[in-house]
């Protein structure tokens, strides 16, 4: 079985998303539709650079696919822990996170690229639990893109 190769970018003189075939030319970025030429006769489009992004091989929970640079929103689970006289204590709490997909060349796999806890964005280490990523998105929705949606990683 062979996995779908696709890419995304938003097109320079629209500000729509374009998907396709990845081709960099001439030092433009450009994206070839999948589908062949659009209703105005292209067969290509130049994107903005930085909006490009790759298709996980995955979908959400509504069978939307994932690419880099999308957000997903989900309970976390935050352990605390404290000394006391009678030994050590433990207390646990959910709080809403927020992840950007992205790739991790140390594990060459799609992941949790950055978290957003609270006010402050830093840096993920998904690997390190327990859930699969693949497994732990299918049961979440994608909820905007760091192109379109910044203001889901700022502080509130």
């Avoid at 629209?14 to 990845?22: C, E």
């Avoid at 959400?60 to 822990?81: Q, R, T």
């Avoid at 140390?106 to 699969?132: H, L, M, P, W």
Wanted: hydrophobic fraction near 35%; include cysteine; charged fraction near 30%.
């Amino acid at each position: 079985m062979m996995r779908e190769i696709l890419f995304r970018g938003k097109n320079v003189d629209n500000g729509k998303w374009v998907y396709g075939s990845y081709v960099e030319q001439y030092g433009a970025k450009e994206i070839y539709l999948q589908d062949g030429v659009d209703e105005h006769g292209f067969d290509r489009h130049h994107v903005i650079p930085e909006t490009v992004g790759q298709y996980a091989g995955l979908t959400d929970k509504n069978g939307k696919k994932i690419f880099e640079g999308d957000i997903f929103k989900f309970l976390d689970e935050v352990w605390e822990s404290s000394y006391t006289s009678c030994g050590t204590e433990y207390a646990s709490w959910e709080i809403g996170n927020y992840g950007v997909v992205g790739f991790d060349e140390d594990t060459a796999r799609f992941g949790f690229i950055q978290y957003k806890y609270n006010e402050n964005s830093v840096a993920a280490d998904f690997c390190n639990n327990d859930v699969e990523f693949a497994d732990f998105v299918k049961e979440l929705e994608i909820i905007g893109n760091i192109h379109d949606n910044p203001e889901l990683l700022k502080g509130e």
